[in-house]
């Protein structure tokens, strides 16, 4: 006996002596985002929310009684560890020849949230074990059960039960009814999984499990439980809402995160965002691409909307966020086709060409490649007005040559592109990839007359009615004088456009202007266009690269911008500009346009390239690479290095993270552990991935993992000083 004492006491000494009281890894502070649209309404939460903590006393009963029916009966009983328990669910999984029931107590949950790591081994269970006895031999269970449910996680990024029960119901947790505290003790199991937010259906599923659970406990009233099963809790915070309303959400959140730099707490962001033209802009995308999508060979659209000052006010990054969070608007670079024109002849009216100079639409070739026009044909001496509204590959080309393809880059970079542009014969015939959001601005900048549009989302930042940011309107910059009269003679072409060339089918009954673009094959459609009050950029093609079924940006974009602009035109006074317009010109249509009025031509890119010499390669835009497709992922995946998992076959690149340290490795996988993985496209080659709230390219920088790459962020930027300044990992030496 004496033996068999010692050797327990040994033991228990063993696994007690290298107990872990910290996580592995910190996380940086909590972070949380609640965005509301015009309105005042709430439409989205991001990051991670701790609400307050909250006193036994001020818990309301029901959920009390919710929590312990289904995760621990006997937790007033026993005494950290429940053997009755233990043996229950074990005879329950031999029953079931699987698992179906855990033995673990509320206490030795709370162990598991507060001490140790979410490894599975039998060491943990012993350590686990230990911690709760003493955690019960030192603490009241009143004080055992308000600190597990002031850190236990319940989805949605919602740490503690005040979190939970602001983020979902908009309530303090004390007024929480019956069926709000059922939903809530439900999401404990599973919150990732069982997050209203996303998977409402099972969350009230496992509500009614917990109140089934109460009723069989002796812990409620049938009557009450029964009420409540049949009017199940929903989230009142984000009714209303729609899914696509999450891209502007994702958008404006780094945008918050610029402007916040490294302030920590629960911030109110007030956003641009209409919501009765972001409905209708979701509306219209579905509708058309309903009608025409599979008939055209339409995989996806997108839709983005501002005022003349640069307010976005709609934006739908893609055809359905929940199946796919890539942002067409912000992060897909696309090849813009003939709406890359307006840099051209803005370089050109710079240079001293007028709408009224003549060029002459002939056969071309330069540096061996040999543009077309759409129409295959020539129409000889043109205005470069006419050239401009039936989007003249030859003239547009020509005119870049005089000009000189830098000049072009550098008006396209001075009126807000950012995309890399390559200097090749093409770039005239918009070759290089750009964005949806930057040329839409871009346009913008010639509707309001401006050097520059801005597009912001985020009006105003608080935090507990302290104010912390608000945007400036002030009404762009203006450009030089020579400038600025280009910009009118460039809303005149562009108001031609819609009213005689191309883009015809946006007429709308007011002023108005705007351009089309396709790129080669049909791969790319899009249209681009302003009234007095409204610039709106449209998208359509296929993630994967694959050509449409003859669709221009004349088609099916225009026809979405009309639907649009039409729709919206009683909601537009809310989203009103501090800038104010002249009208639009009123264009007389020119004697050889009016003559040849039934053309339709459009300008597709660049088909039926011819090259002089057989064997010299195309430039650069001409053949066509497939880029992979944005995928999201969500799992426990294997930690490759500090920048690289490893969902299944697929690796993913961390965003942001630079040169790590092999040693952190273990680390990142202890970190990690059996927690879901969610990583959503950043970039074409990165990602950005969250482990329980938290950013991991953020844990892993502000731990000093690695350092930053060079074009990270500004927050994992600000993450790698804090490490420097604490001395983490990398930087402890």
């Known amino acids: 006996m004496l033996t068999g004492l010692l050797f327990v006491c040994a033991s228990i000494g063993y696994f007690a002596y290298d107990l872990p009281l910290a996580s592995n890894l910190e996380t940086p502070s909590g972070r949380s985002f609640s965005f509301t649209n015009t309105d005042g ?9 701790q609400g307050e903590a909250q006193t036994f006393e001020a818990l309301p009963a029901d959920f009390v009684q919710a929590v312990i029916a289904i995760e621990d009966r006997r937790f007033f009983d026993h005494a950290g560890i429940d053997w009755r328990g233990i043996a229950r669910a074990t005879w329950t999984n031999l029953r079931a020849g699987g698992v179906r029931q855990g033995g673990s107590t509320l206490t030795q949950q709370y162990v598991k949230l507060a001490y140790l790591s979410p490894e599975r081994s039998l060491r943990r269970k012993i350590q686990e074990a ?7 031999s030192r603490l009241k269970k009143k004080e055992i059960f308000r600190r597990y449910v002031n850190l236990a996680y319940f989805g949605a990024g ?12 908009g309530k303090p947790v004390g007024r929480l009814d019956l069926a709000e505290s059922a939903m809530l003790a439900g999401l404990i199991r599973a919150p990732s999984h069982l997050a209203p937010t996303h998977n409402l259906e ?3 599923a496992r509500a009614g499990t917990v109140l089934k659970a109460m009723i069989q406990t002796g812990r409620i009233e049938e009557d009450r439980a029964t009420k409540a099963i049949a009017r199940p809790a929903s989230p009142k915070t984000l009714a209303g809402t729609s899914a696509s309303d999450a891209y502007f959400a994702d958008w404006a959140q780094g945008q918050t995160r610029e402007r916040l730099g490294a302030a920590y707490g629960d911030f109110n962001v007030h956003t641009t965002l209409n919501p009765s033209m972001q409905a209708i802009a979701e509306s219209v995308i579905n509708e058309r691409l309903a009608q025409s999508g599979q008939k055209l060979e339409i995989g996806q659209a997108a839709l983005v909307a501002m005022t003349l000052d640069g307010a976005v006010v709609a934006m739908v990054g893609g055809r359905d966020y929940r199946t796919s969070q890539f942002n067409r608007v912000t992060q897909a670079r696309r090849q813009p086709g003939s709406l890359f024109k307006l840099f051209v002849y803005q370089a050109a009216f710079d240079a001293g060409f007028s709408p009224d100079s003549r060029l002459t639409d002939k056969a071309i070739t330069v540096e061996g490649w040999s543009p077309e026009n759409y129409s295959k044909r020539n129409l000889g001496p043109v205005t470069l007005r006419d050239a401009f509204a039936k989007s003249i590959n030859t003239v547009a080309v020509q005119l870049a040559e005089k000009v000189g393809r830098e000049k072009i880059i550098e008006a396209a970079v001075g009126m807000g592109i950012t995309s890399p542009l390559t200097a090749n014969p093409s770039l005239a015939l918009g070759t290089s990839s750009v964005n949806l959001l930057e040329i839409t601005a871009a346009y913008g900048a010639v509707a309001a007359e401006t050097a520059r549009l801005e597009p912001y989302g985020v009006r105003a930042i608080d935090a507990g009615g302290q104010p912390l940011f608000q945007h400036q309107t002030a009404g762009g910059t203006k450009p030089a004088n020579t400038r600025r009269r280009t910009r009118k003679v460039l809303r005149d072409l562009l108001a031609s456009t819609v009213e005689h060339g191309t883009g015809r089918a946006a007429r709308i009954g007011e002023a108005a202007g705007g351009k089309t673009g396709t790129s080669q094959d049909h791969r790319d459609a ?3 266009g302003f009234s007095n009050d409204l610039v709106v950029g449209v998208w359509v093609g296929n993630d994967d690269n694959r050509p449409m079924k003859g669709v221009t940006g004349g088609g099916l974009p225009a026809e979405i911008w009309h639907d649009f602009m039409l729709r919206s035109r009683p909601f537009r ?11 639009l010109p009123h264009i007389s249509a020119p004697a050889d346009i009016t003559a040849r009025g039934k053309d339709k031509r459009e300008d597709a890119g660049l088909p039926g390239l011819k090259s002089d010499t057989a064997k010299k390669p195309l430039p650069l835009g001409s053949q066509q690479q497939q880029p992979r497709k944005p995928e999201r ?3 426990s995946p294997k930690v490759i290095d500090t920048a690289t998992l490893r969902f299944g076959e697929t690796e993913v690149r961390l965003v942001g993270v630079g040169r790590g340290s092999e040693s952190f490795i273990g680390n990142m996988t202890s970190y990690i552990g059996e927690r879901q993985v969610l990583c959503k496209p950043y970039t074409v080659q990165t990602h950005r991935c969250e482990v329980g709230g938290f950013d991991l390219s953020e844990v ?4 000093g993992g690695a350092r930053a790459a060079n074009d990270a962020p500004a927050y994992l930027r600000k993450a790698e000083k804090r490490a420097r300044k604490g001395r983490r990992g990398i930087w402890a030496r």
């Open 41 to 49: 309404n709430g439409f989205a939460f991001r990051g991670v929310y």
């Open 130 to 136: 230990i911690l709760a006895v003493w955690l019960e």
């Open 158 to 169: 919602a740490y503690g039960v005040d979190a939970a029960a602001q983020r979902y119901f």
């Open 202 to 204: 099972a969350a009230q």
């Open 526 to 528: 899009w249209f681009v």
């Open 573 to 583: 006074h809310q989203a009103a500009t501090r800038i104010k317009l002249t009208k």
């Open 633 to 635: 992922f969500r799992g």
């Open 700 to 703: 892993v920088i502000f731990n």
